[in-house]
């Protein structure tokens, strides 16, 4: 006994262990809070859970859930729809945040007073954003009618989240408006920390404006544009809010994301187990872009002659 | 609301709230040190009641904590995580009729905890409503049911009444039938600067309309044995009159996205002819600083459909007390006086309709006495309704999923995507999945 309890001390008094025993702490309290309830939402997707009737819980019904929702066109139709959202959204914010970015890099006066207004839509709650894009795209009663009505543009009442790719683009608006910012703040921090010698000695080898971004700003900035990406394509299910208030996934469909599907799946009807299934499906989706675009960075960082 | 309105309604109030404290059954600081944790919906037309608490307090030396004051939506959700956690640490509850069955026994039963002294001063349809077999799981605070408001001015033009009996072959009135309407509506639509009317399109509230127009068709959601059986001829009948006006763009393009924001600042916008809506936006209509059409606003009784029955979905805000309670005696106290003659008084004023009987008489007398001969009207004519046209939605704890899987086939024959046939027999194929998956066919 005396002997196991001498290997025992002088083991976690090593210095191999040493770090490993320091971090121990983080690493119960993180499977504490993520991995339990990742294994524990997994087992509810082979259980017919009701939050309603959590006797539920305990009834083991296999691959029940997972063979309904292979088989549901509706499920895979918001799974596409999803991913065309976030490929529409993200490019969008990229390519909108990169343009407000390089033009606040070239502003000299009230540049902190532009960033700190640049930010404004992110401090919006997604609800109120789906409130005040809901009614400017009203159709009778909608700013935006009023104005190509007003304007001559059109005499139609046009049908923004009826129609399906209007409500598809009206959504997509909504989403943009509220995250460009945080494309625009990631590249302009990128464009900052940029060092100026590069582009100096392109301006004396005599390449043009656009020969310069192209071959020294852009893949400057892609690690930083790629970790925006990254981050977004996983927060950007913050959208969830903005679609419900504006469509809520209607009509009959139209607009459905897996968001706002699982919402409904889980709270509305109550069918936790069903709708943990449809999110541990969903999940692929979260993998594929997070590793497509942390690929992305190593590839970026490889060009510019840093470490993988 | 005028001068003299303002002046009689704030003496009114006056006076109610004065007289409220006698009326409070209970003894003086009875419930000393208690604490009642509480969950209640919250939102613009629901907190004045809650203003009322602090007497109640006073009154009985109890306290009480607001945990949760949000939409019901968001308070549904909270309910069932308490439900599946089993951490039901809070005493009251708002609850509404429809949303109450899939509660399971998460309530007590009412009857015999509030006296029947108590129970009998409230309108009998409403407990009815509120009863889940055979249990009294919640005490009606107010209740919703839908009647016709019009733009008046339109029924008395000459021209239009001159040229609708042309085209129609009948006289121009206020309609009695749901095809009347229909007619109606088309005639007086010119998109995109006026409509016929409008409907709310998604959710819950476009199955409660649907709901209400196949039972005023004669059909009904489910039969005896409790199958789905909505994708009737009645069924055709009640979604085809949906369909039939937003093809013909009778109705705004957007419809199948409205909810009752929508159409009730729709209609106080001017640009809606006839609209189908609550009590609660009487007041907003009928208010020249938020309405184009204050003054010149009728209200009749919800039209009947061709099998002679009114339309008259219906439900009722109310408030519950969890079975996990341990002072029910302190929590049916605080549900009486939310419900009390005072409280409702205080409700019936905003436009939200009375559970209470002897209420809705009050209010009139009160509307008359300050001239407003337009709340007098609504609340005459709703009383008739919640008397003769209400009904609820069938009381089973799956009626929310059911109607989630009806009403985005709704909205697919509305749009084009489905033919009336088609959607209500996918709508009945999901409904009978739902039902065999509770066990109940």
């Not at chain 1, 139709?77 to 490019?91: P, Q, S, Y």
């Not at chain 2, 009749?300 to 005696?329: D, L, M, Q, V």
């Not at chain 2, 709340?375 to 989630?404: C, G």
């Amino acid at each position: 006994m005396t002997t196991i309890s001498l290997k025992f001390s002088s083991a976690i008094q090593s210095k191999k262990s040493m770090p490993y025993l320091l971090i121990l702490p983080a690493i119960i309290v993180i499977l504490g809070v993520v991995l339990v309830p990742l294994l524990f939402s997994f087992y509810t997707s082979f259980t017919p859970f009701k939050l309603t009737k959590p006797d539920s819980l305990f009834v083991f019904i296999g691959f029940k859930n997972y063979i309904r929702i292979f088989s549901d066109m509706a499920f895979w139709e918001a799974f596409g729809r999803t991913v065309l959202f976030l490929a529409v959204v993200i490019n969008l914010e990229f390519l909108l945040g990169l343009g407000i970015a390089l033009m606040i890099n070239k502003i000299t006066h009230g540049q902190r007073v532009l960033r700190t207004i640049m930010m404004f839509p992110m401090m919006f709650s997604p609800i109120l954003v789906g409130f005040q894009f809901k009614f400017i795209f009203n159709d009778n009663i909608g700013i935006l009618n009023n104005a190509l009505q007003s304007l001559g543009v059109t005499d139609q009442a046009i049908a923004w989240l009826v129609d399906r790719w209007l409500a598809f683009g009206a959504i997509s608006f909504a989403e943009i408006w509220m995250s460009t910012s945080i494309f625009a703040i990631l590249l302009l921090a990128g464009l900052f920390s940029m060092p100026q010698e590069p582009l100096e000695a392109a301006q004396v080898d005599g390449c043009n404006s656009w020969q310069i971004f192209k071959h020294i700003t852009l893949p400057f900035i892609m690690p930083f544009a790629f970790i925006a990406m990254t981050i977004r394509s996983l927060d950007v299910a913050r959208a969830y809010d903005i679609v419900d208030v504006m469509t809520g996934g209607g009509p009959a469909g139209r607009t459905e994301l897996l968001w706002t599907m699982i919402a409904r799946t889980g709270f509305d009807n109550a069918n936790m187990g069903r709708a943990n299934a449809m999110a541990y499906v969903s999940i692929i989706l979260s993998i594929l872009f997070t590793y497509y675009f942390f690929r992305k960075i190593i590839a970026a960082r490889k060009a510019m002659g840093g470490d993988a | 609301m005028n001068i003299k309105q303002k002046l009689m309604c704030t003496i009114a109030t006056g006076l109610i709230a004065t007289l409220g404290m006698s009326q409070m059954t209970f003894a003086a600081g009875e419930f000393d040190g208690q604490t009642l944790r509480v969950k209640f919906i919250g939102g613009a037309q629901y907190e004045p009641l809650y203003a009322l608490i602090p007497a109640w307090e006073e009154a009985t030396g109890a306290k009480v904590e607001i945990l949760s004051r949000k939409n019901h939506f968001e308070l549904d959700r909270e309910i069932k995580q308490d439900i599946a956690s089993g951490l039901v640490d809070w005493c009251v509850g708002s609850n509404h009729t429809s949303f109450a069955p899939q509660y399971g026994d998460l309530y007590i039963d009412l009857n015999g905890l509030v006296s029947e002294d108590v129970l009998a001063d409230f309108v009998p349809n409403a407990l009815a409503s509120s009863t889940v077999n055979g249990r009294l799981v919640q005490l009606p605070r107010h209740s919703d049911v839908s009647n016709l408001y019009y733009i008046k001015s339109l029924f008395e033009d000459d021209d239009n009444k001159k040229d609708f009996k042309a085209e129609y072959g009948y006289d121009l009135l206020p309609p009695e039938t749901w095809v009347q309407v229909k007619d109606q509506a088309i005639f007086f639509a010119d998109p995109p600067n006026f409509y016929g009317t409008q409907f709310v399109g998604k959710d819950e509230a476009i199955t409660g309309r649907f709901y209400e127009m196949l039972r005023a068709e004669g059909g009904s959601i489910f039969d005896a044995e409790g199958r789905p059986v909505f994708n009737s001829a009645a069924g055709v009948r009640a979604l085809s009159w949906f369909v039939d006006l937003y093809e013909s763009k009778a109705v705004p393009a957007g419809v199948p996205n409205y909810l009752w924001d929508d159409t009730g600042l729709g209609f106080a916008s001017g640009t809606v002819a006839l609209n189908l809506d609550w009590a609660g936006w009487a007041s907003f209509f009928n208010d020249p600083a938020n309405s184009k059409i204050a003054g010149d606003i009728g209200i009749i009784r919800a039209p009947k459909g061709s099998a002679g029955i009114r339309t008259g979905w219906s439900g009722s805000h109310t408030f519950s007390i969890t079975k996990t309670c341990e002072t029910p005696e302190v929590a049916v106290s605080l549900i009486e006086f939310l419900t009390n003659y005072d409280a409702q008084m205080t409700e019936a004023r905003t436009g939200l309709l009375p559970t209470r009987s002897v209420v809705w008489d009050d209010v009139v007398t009160e509307f008359k006495a300050a001239d407003n001969a337009f709340m007098v009207d609504i609340f005459k004519t709703y009383k008739l309704s919640m008397a003769e046209d209400a009904f609820t939605v069938p009381l089973i704890p799956e009626w929310i999923e059911v109607s989630n899987a009806l009403w985005p086939n709704l909205q697919a024959a509305m749009i084009g995507d489905k033919t009336v046939q088609e959607a209500l027999d996918d709508a009945a194929d999901l409904a009978t999945e739902i039902l065999e998956d509770a066990g109940k066919l």
